[in-house]
């Protein structure tokens, strides 16, 4: 079976721009309503007072305050305050190795108090949620490109936070980059190997004028890559769905191949096309059997669950997770759906993934709340007083919300990869990675 080409038109469809709006438009609010306006810290998600941020939550926020002034969701310069009280937060935070500091070697810890701004939980000094918010400041510092003193500030910080972070350091000696590093115990074993959401890591980092990564970085992960054949698809391959949307929020792969994707003939937008076609077959295949999975029904990937607990239903023992990666076709995979990947998918495959979100607009009418769309239900959860929903998450996630505003972006105007195609930073990168072809090439 060969993956079917790219719709040339948008489909007509209900599920319309319209609706397409109005649902980035309420996506937005929990960036707007949630965020401590002093710092531009937002916590993690809507569980509990107390959550802390995560930077990554807020390097999605960043990105959203652009297409918020584009969108008239908010007046620009609303949107530049918010975006320089961040900013401002994060270039003159603590930085160094005592345990208490917001960061170090120019990352920042996963989790920070949303007052102090301080370490949150003893987490670790992240890698990839450094670089999910450097790019959402690089992207600001795109769009709020005017003469005004409050815009040229956003380019200022912008730029010295990307020029700050040490990616040498943190491959530890090693070609591939670690995930993080603790003060009370050092770097983490695990490194980022295997295709995954690091692309934009790897991107950003190459392309660093103060503390870039080497050329072989790159060639070492790459060749940890996986190429698969799953339900007649041919693709490099990721389990949860995520992978394969986080790096195309900010870059437009689209024509542009590396010495992998040479080889294979594709590029890593079409990759991510064929993802978004496998984990459909794999929910229309349903090998676990699970509650209302099908055509329309489907979006596996990392996301908030019913669990952790074991339930019995309808003779079978289940056991359903927490907030866990899950992942197709080897799992983890508990029934739990996430209708933010459905969204996130939208500029690979609209002529599924609109179709879906109109079958769950009529079909489950409390997917849909005054922030958006819920993190995640499971319709084989026997719950109560849900409709014959299941279960249904009554939180929202930093982490979810972003990938709806942006990719809903990208695919109405491209407003995003326009953005970042202009960064010089994100063109030497994907050069220094061997990356050549349409765009890129033009420039």
Not at 406 to 430: D, K, T
Request: net charge positive; charged share 20%.
């Amino acid at each position: 079976m060969s993956a079917p080409k790219s719709a040339a038109r948008r489909p007509a469809l209900t599920y319309g721009d319209d609706h397409l709006h109005t649902l980035q438009r309420h996506t937005f609010r929990y960036f707007w309503e949630e965020t401590n306006p002093e710092n531009g810290l937002i916590p993690d998600n809507t569980g509990a007072d107390d959550t802390p941020a995560s930077i990554a939550g807020v390097g999605f926020a960043l990105a959203s305050y652009p297409v918020a002034a584009e969108r008239s969701f908010v007046p620009r310069a609303q949107a530049v305050d918010r975006t320089l009280a961040t900013l401002r937060f994060f270039w003159n935070a603590p930085q160094g190795p005592m345990p208490d500091a917001t960061g170090h070697r120019g990352f920042f810890y996963h989790f920070l108090d949303v007052t102090t701004g301080q370490r949150a939980w003893r987490c670790e000094l992240s890698t990839i949620d450094t670089t999910i918010l450097v790019a959402g400041a690089l992207t600001a510092a795109a769009y709020f490109d005017r003469a005004t003193t409050d815009e040229r500030e956003v380019r200022r910080l912008a730029d010295s936070l990307y020029r700050r972070v040490d990616w040498r350091w943190a491959q530890n000696g090693d070609a591939t980059v670690s995930h993080g590093w603790k003060p009370e115990t050092g770097f983490l074993r695990h490194r980022w190997q295997g295709y995954n959401e690091a692309l934009i890591l790897y991107v950003l980092g190459l392309g660093s004028p103060t503390h870039p990564l080497p050329e072989k970085s790159y060639r070492a992960w790459t060749s940890t890559y996986r190429w698969k054949k799953l339900y007649g698809y041919e693709f490099l391959f990721g389990a949860p769905l995520f992978m394969h949307q986080l790096s195309h929020l900010w870059i437009d792969f689209r024509g542009i191949q590396d010495a992998f994707m040479r080889r294979r003939g594709i590029d890593y937008f079409e990759n991510s096309r064929r993802a978004t076609y496998v984990n459909q077959q794999y929910a229309i295949r349903n090998p676990k059997n699970f509650r209302h999975y099908g055509q329309h029904a489907w979006g596996i990937t990392a996301s908030n669950g019913p669990g952790p607990t074991t339930r019995r239903v309808r003779g079978v023992i289940r056991r359903f997770l927490g907030y866990i990666a899950r992942g197709v076709p080897y799992g983890p995979d508990d029934g739990t759906l996430a209708p933010w990947a459905v969204v996130a998918s939208l500029p690979f495959a609209p002529e599924i993934v609109l179709p879906t979100l109109q079958h769950r607009a009529v079909t489950y009418p409390k997917m849909h709340n005054e922030y958006g769309l819920v993190c995640s239900f499971n319709p084989t959860f026997p719950g109560r007083g849900s409709g014959g929903s299941g279960w249904i998450s009554h939180n929202h996630f930093a982490l979810d919300q972003g990938p709806v505003i942006l990719m809903i972006e990208n695919y109405r105007s491209e407003l995003i990869w326009r953005l970042m195609r202009s960064c010089p930073y994100v063109v030497a990168g994907l050069r220094r990675a061997g990356f050549t072809g349409s765009w890129l090439t033009s420039r």
